[in-house]
């Protein structure tokens, strides 16, 4: 049974930083396309970044520069690392897996809330 458990949410200045994780199990993260999205106070869920097998990583727009994933197989996690914050990165963030061959991600943590305060 595929679980994702996403932590490191809270609250921030803009301009600050923070980190979340998610910690997967059922799954081996390093074999996997991962992804991060949020999704805002009445708005849809937006992807924001993926990291694929074996190796690439894609970002939206709205983060290229200032957001980074990345992975630690050892630890069986996915990170995003959130810089430069900015009001409008309000939201909650999600983890995913996509499977293999899979043409839309499928698994998906809880959720972890990240407030970014002027």
């Known amino acids: 049974q595929v679980q994702l458990v996403e932590s490191g949410g809270g609250l921030v200045q803009a301009g600050g930083s923070l980190r979340l994780s998610c910690a997967a199990s059922g799954l081996i993260v390093s074999r996997e396309t991962m992804g991060w999205f949020r999704r805002a106070p009445g708005k849809e869920r937006e992807f924001i970044a993926s990291i694929i097998w074996p190796a690439g990583t894609y970002y939206a727009d709205s983060v290229k520069g200032r957001f980074t994933i990345s992975r630690d197989n050892a630890r069986n996690t996915v990170s995003l690392q959130m810089n430069i914050l900015k009001p409008e990165d309000t939201a909650v963030y999600y983890c995913?897996?996509?499977?293999?061959?899979?043409?839309?991600?499928?698994?998906w943590g809880q959720g972890t809330q990240v407030t970014v305060s002027t």
């Open positions: 995913a897996r996509k499977e293999l061959g899979a043409v839309e991600f499928d698994s």
